[in-house]
């Protein structure tokens, strides 16, 4: 079944996404996320933030990582389903997967139906 339509989340997916939140930073960019708006304020934004989320550039200007690093830790979210990636002209744009975060804190707290 697909993301959007299972209420649950797999066993093995959820260990990809605790796997991709077990970095600090991962974990950090995680919590930005979740206000973009004001974490993000001193960057003018390219697009709706509400809508597509913040420019991988913003989040690489404020951790002070890497545009490799960011890159790849990016990547390891949206692989993980944590995050969903839109690119608009040539920059790609982060935001989190609302729906995948509170499956898999349902998953957590042991309320997943069987």
Not at 19 to 37: C, F, G, T, V, Y
């Amino acid at each position: 079944m697909s993301r959007t339509t299972d209420p649950n989340v797999d066993p093995l997916e959820a260990v990809e996404a605790l796997k991709a939140l077990a970095n600090p930073a991962r974990l950090q960019i995680m919590n930005w996320l979740l206000d973009p708006h004001g974490e993000f304020s001193q960057w003018e934004p390219i697009a709706d933030r509400d809508e597509v989320g913040v420019c991988v550039s913003h989040i690489q200007a404020k951790s002070g990582l890497a545009q490799s690093t960011v890159s790849s830790y990016m990547a390891t979210l949206e692989r993980a389903g944590l995050v969903r990636s839109t690119r608009i002209g040539k920059w790609i744009h982060y935001k989190r997967d609302e729906d995948m975060m509170s499956r898999l804190a349902e998953a957590l707290r042991g309320t997943q139906r069987p």
